[in-house]
């Protein structure tokens, strides 16, 4: 029962597997305009000036800050035993709120756990016996790290595997990442029933009077769900077609 299996301790992280969790990984954050700076033997200045971005610069090189978060491995495990950079999404803790009944409380884990309104979630239940609490792995927020990156975390910032996930764990995982990243994202001009448009007139109509902040876009929308009406009432009914119908 459960979704975790205990790991040996980690020495290599050539030996990952997909779904391996985790701590004290030294993330690094995102670039921003002031992290170019220029190495200049053992100094360096900062911040770059824009003739060393330009060029660029051999010695141009970018700083960031990290933070140390815990993590999901998703890159394949054959593909972590060689050179490739390894794949890995933050993990962030999830909580139900407390004063709710017990009967909610499981309707939101079950969602969160089988449901696929936010599959860029992928939902971690507690474990005691590895210290993890309710928690979401993030799998929009994917980053990269070098084997090597990650072998001075795993020496010298004791980052460490906590666990790994179960084969059906690990094959539920694949599955969301494929809806993550396979998604066909259709539009709502291209489904929709006459019926069904005019109910989204109805909604567009009704944020667009509540002053939404995307009011200007849905009044856009408005038009384009007016015209497709406008022009679904033109058109030759199936039926009459079918009988020959002009």
Known sequence: MGMYEARAALADSHDLNQGDILADVLRP????????????????????????VRGPDRNLRLMCE????????????????GSSSLLLVPIRKWAVP???????????????????????LFYLPDEPE????????????????????????????????????????????????GVVFARDPREDYEWPSKEDLRLKLAYLDHHINAGNARRDDYIEQREIVRQLLDDSEKRTPASQLANGDE
């Not at 954050?29 to 060393?52: E, I, L």
């Not at 933070?67 to 035993?81: G, H, K, L, Y």
């Not at 975390?153 to 995982?173: F, K, N, Q, Y």
Request: glycine share 4%.
């Open 29 to 52: 954050k995102p670039f921003n305009q002031v992290s170019f700076c220029v190495r200049q033997g053992p100094k360096v200045k900062h911040p770059a000036t824009a003739d060393d």
């Open 66 to 81: 990290v933070e140390s978060i815990s993590a999901i491995v998703i890159s394949n495990s054959c593909d972590n035993t």
């Open 98 to 120: 407390s004063d709710e009944p017990d009967h909610r409380r499981w309707e939101r884990i079950s969602q969160a756990a089988t449901g696929t309104a936010n599959p860029k």
């Open 130 to 177: 590895f210290g993890l609490s309710r928690s979401e792995a993030q799998l929009h927020a994917v980053f990269a790290l070098t084997h090597e990156y990650l072998k001075r975390c795993i020496d010298e910032a004791s980052t460490r595997r906590v666990c790994g996930l179960t084969s059906a764990a690990v094959r539920h995982l694949q599955w969301q990442i």
